[in-house]
Each structure stands twice: as C-alpha cells, then as structure tokens.
C-alpha cells in the first residue's frame, strides 16, 4: 500500500492565487467595459453622421430639384417666390421643388412646397399637401437634426458674384418670382461637428 503524500497548496498559495484571479477578472471586467463604452460612443457617432448625411441628401434633393413655380400667399394673395431666402424671415429657405413621388397615383401636383427653419436648436423640414395653402392649411413638419447652431446659404450669380438673399435685389415682377439660381452654397453650423460646406447645382 502506498502512503505516499501528494503535495497540496499551502494556505498562502491559495489566497495569492485568488488575489491574481481577482485582480485579472477586475482588469478583464474594466476591459469589457471601456469596449462596450467605446462601442457605445461609436454606434452614437455614426448615428449622427448618418442624421447630417441624410440631411444633407434631402437638402439636397429640394435646392437641385427647384422648379420655376412661386407660390399664392394665403395672407394676402400676392406671390411668394419659387426660391426664398430672405434674412429676417420666419424661414431660412423656401423652395418649390419637383419630383414629389406620387405612387398612389392621387390627383395631385408632383411639384411641392417645403421650407426650412431652426427651432429651438432643431433643424425643422415643412412641406405643404398644395402648392397654394390656405391660411388654415397647415405642413407636415420633420425634425430633420438637433444641435444645429445655423444654417447659411450663399448664391452664386456671375463674374465671381454671390448674394445672401434670393431672388436678388433688383429681381422683380413675375420674372423675379420664378427666378432660380444656378449654384447654392450651403454652410451648416452643428455644435459638436463645426462648420459642414456643400454646393449644390440647380437643375435647369
């Protein structure tokens, strides 16, 4: 019969092997933490990227989609331009654009009204269902982006021209009203990005 004595771990041995253990585990879970974290910050990170992306497309879409068509005031009857910038007004751009999608087939204009604005650091869409509203017609409305500081827009017209305001001063009668301009730039201030320059070229 053999009495020999397996060697064991001696107390010490035990309690600095836990200690090691625990040690890791505390690195491993701070590890698995911090990449959750980062993750976290990414996903949040192209979540936003894809906001100003798709912002910008839609922007996009409406300034190089504009169409010649001013539009009836509900006010007072008079015409609003086709394309408004106007510093000072309740928007920062007003356009008639084409190439509303209408795969329902409804008896309806394929051109629409939108317009946009900043509401409480939200870059707010408007669009109307006509093109000539009524006082008591009121648009669908589409927070677009938030954290918006400004938004800003510059028309090119020649000779290495721009203005701020469209239709441009002098531009009046019903050749004012349709007046579109060839090239937009477009600057658009987020808080957390800066400063995000596009060009946009009107279709004619």
Do not use: C
Not at 26 to 53: C, F, P, T
Not at 121 to 143: F, H, K, M, Q, Y
Request: charged share 20%.
């Amino acid at each position: 019969m053999n009495n020999t004595r397996q060697p064991g771990f001696t107390l010490i041995e035990v309690l600095v092997a836990l200690a090691i253990f625990a040690l890791m585990s505390v690195m491993a879970y701070q590890a698995l933490g911090q990449s959750l974290d980062n993750a976290d910050l990414l996903g949040k990170r192209m979540d936003r990227l894809e906001s100003i992306q798709r912002t910008m497309n839609l922007l996009g879409r409406d300034i190089t989609q504009a169409a010649p068509r001013p539009v009836r005031d509900p006010f007072d009857d008079s015409l609003r331009p086709a394309f408004s910038v106007r510093p000072g007004t309740e928007f920062a751009l007003e356009v008639t654009h084409n190439g509303w999608p209408n795969p329902a087939g409804l008896p309806r204009s394929t051109q629409q009204r939108v317009a946009y604005r900043i509401e409480d650091g939200a870059l707010i869409r408007l669009n109307w269902n006509v093109l000539d509203p009524a006082i008591s017609s009121e648009p669908n409305a589409t927070t677009l982006l938030d954290d918006v500081e400004g938004i800003y827009f510059r028309f090119f017209l020649g000779n290495g021209q721009w203005t701020e305001q469209w239709p441009p001063q002098g531009a009046g009668g019903l050749a004012g009203m349709r007046m579109r301009p060839s090239l937009v730039e477009v600057v658009l201030t987020l808080n957390d990005t800066g400063e995000l320059q596009r060009f946009f070229e009107v279709a004619k």
